[in-house]
């Protein structure tokens, strides 16, 4: 790739969108060569410890056996320590919204591990006035995850808005350092700091998503991308039409009240339905 100095500009009349091209390609190639400098990093690591257990006298285990690919094609350490955070709002809607259908957690749990170390895995639920998630609480604890949980009070403040974005953002930073990977699973554009400041400090960061509700910039800033699809999804498992236009009123009415002054309206969220056939699965 040809790459230039913004000073070699002045005078021959490139436009600001041209210099911001350029910025963007070489952006791209930086993060290109990051990540092969990352790859070739944890196989001279590998390297050194072959040659060690070779002098010691010890087993000495082949890259092969050492190595998972990922559906991209990276190379991933079977000895990398994974956390996984899950806003289980978004995904619940993502799920709804594009399949009329419900997230399998379990399954998600082992497509996203893939013989790595689950170091954490964490899920994050918004629990509103009437609403009994004790059921749903506890299918996910019986599959690997820690719960955390958020009680939304009939209070209209900016402090009451029912997401984890700063919660998440938290208990990553927090887990940096025990971690090699951070899987955040949610399409939500306002992680891409979190994803930077995650990367910065020499993680990598996957997301898991669908692909149609995933943010563009999120996609692009990510080491990699978990496209979800209807793999991860409850079998024979669907919304009612009817309901569901009558979830959607409930839930928009929702959205607009907790931004405003007007007492909230009872929504409807992933406790509310039916968990049986997740717990079947297992």
Do not use: C
């Amino acid at each position: 790739m040809k790459t230039r100095s913004p000073f070699e500009s002045e005078g021959n009349g490139d436009s600001v969108e041209d210099l911001q091209e350029r910025v963007s390609e070489l952006e791209e190639e930086l993060t290109r060569q990051r990540r092969i400098h990352q790859t070739e990093m944890e196989l001279g690591l590998e390297a050194m410890e072959r040659l060690q257990k070779e002098k010691s006298g010890g087993p000495v285990s082949t890259p092969k056996t050492n190595m998972l690919v990922s559906v991209d094609g990276h190379e991933l350490s079977a000895t990398q320590r994974v956390g996984i955070f899950v806003d289980v709002q978004n995904m619940y809607y993502a799920a709804r919204n594009l399949y009329q259908s419900k997230l399998e957690f379990s399954k998600l749990l082992r497509h996203l591990v893939r013989g790595r170390n689950l170091a954490r895995a964490l899920a994050y639920i918004v629990e509103r006035p009437g609403m009994e998630q004790n059921k749903f609480i506890e299918v996910l604890r019986r599959n690997g995850y820690e719960v955390r949980k958020r009680v939304v009070g009939e209070r209209n403040d900016s402090a009451n808005r029912g997401d984890w974005n700063i919660g998440i953002a938290l208990d990553a930073l927090a887990l940096s350092s025990k971690i090699d990977v951070a899987i955040l699973v949610t399409g939500d554009g306002d992680f891409v700091p979190l994803v930077e400041k995650l990367t910065m400090d020499g993680l990598r960061v996957e997301i898991a998503s669908f692909r149609e509700t995933t943010s563009a910039e999120l996609y692009h800033t990510a080491d990699q991308v978990h496209i979800l699809d209807e793999g991860v999804l409850l079998s024979g498992t669907h919304f009612q039409p009817a309901m569901e236009e009558e979830e959607e009123e409930e839930e928009e009415e929702e959205l607009v009240s907790s931004r405003s002054r007007r007492p909230l309206r009872r929504a409807r969220g992933p406790a509310e339905e039916d968990f049986d056939d997740e717990e079947d699965e297992d």
